[in-house]
């Protein structure tokens, strides 16, 4: 019971934080729906004032491991490569509280599933956005080395083949283990890492690499300029087809002009 009482008391003494925040920022008296949750502890709610404005406000507990100032720092990155990050209009990181630009419901996985029709150009359009981005200096971020690329592989024997154990688990590793210290000595970018149809939204008043909104990059990492056109065109959640995927690369190698032997 003392438990439970304790939890409560923690709920309210954030949510008092969380309407001081709103306060501070002038959208008090915004009406709050919830948008989305995600694989993590972070909560996302659209805010509506009377006028009509809209933002959305991240509600990201740094107590269960939640840590919002990544977020900010690439999110400036980004808009200042002249991407669609999400502006931060206000912040306490303390409290893992953060107030961002609303980029609407325009989600490219729902707008191909309407029309199939529109998946090459929206593919394209993603494409443009890496091939600005990796053109940019990059920013100082954690390198996917070959060490992280290897140690990525274990989930796959966790989920997926739990049978073959640990040793078969550390074989395949000292196999791979070559192939990934070849890519991490390729060159390096700033991969967005989730980059994928469902965190991607249409902002077709904006242009260029701007029509593309981003969602979800706050585990940017260094790494090899293909990672996000894999994590997009390979997709686990949606089947790309293979003409589109095939498009959409060589669209990017003819942006960037990258010799396609060297790329794959």
């Not at 659209?46 to 509600?59: F, K, W």
């Not at 070559?178 to 149809?197: K, N």
């Not at 960037?256 to 794959?264: K, M, N, Q, S």
Request: glycine letters at 8%; proline letters at 5%.
């Amino acid at each position: 019971m003392a438990r439970k009482a304790g939890g409560l008391a923690q709920m309210n003494d954030r949510m008092t934080a969380m309407d001081r925040f709103l306060v501070d920022a002038g959208w008090a008296q915004a009406r709050r729906d919830l948008l989305a949750g995600d694989a993590s502890n972070r909560r996302y709610d659209r805010l509506t004032l009377d006028d009509g404005r809209t933002a959305v406000l991240m509600d990201a507990p740094a107590d269960k491991g939640e840590d919002v100032r990544p977020f900010v720092r690439i999110a400036e990155w980004l808009r200042a490569q002249g991407a669609s990050a999400p502006e931060i209009y206000a912040q306490d990181a303390g409290n893992g509280f953060l107030l961002i630009e609303d980029l609407g419901d325009a989600l490219f996985a729902r707008l191909m599933a309407a029309d199939p029709a529109r998946q090459a150009p929206l593919y394209r359009a993603a494409a443009d956005v890496l091939v600005t981005l990796h053109g940019a200096p990059v920013m100082n971020l954690p390198l996917c080395d070959a060490e992280w690329l290897t140690g990525m592989m274990e989930p796959a024997f966790s989920w997926y083949a739990p049978q073959g154990g640990a040793e078969t688990a550390a074989q395949v590793a000292t196999l791979f283990l070559p192939f990934a210290q070849s890519v991490a000595e390729a060159e390096q970018v700033v991969i967005l890492r989730d980059y994928h149809a469902e965190n991607l939204l249409w902002l077709p008043d904006r242009l260029g690499a701007a029509r593309v909104g981003l969602l979800d990059f706050q585990d940017a990492l260094i790494g090899h300029p293909a990672y996000d056109l894999v994590s997009i065109l390979q997709d686990a959640r949606r089947d790309v087809p293979e003409d589109v995927a095939r498009e959409t690369i060589q669209h990017y190698l003819a942006a960037t002009g990258t010799d396609p032997d060297a790329f794959g």
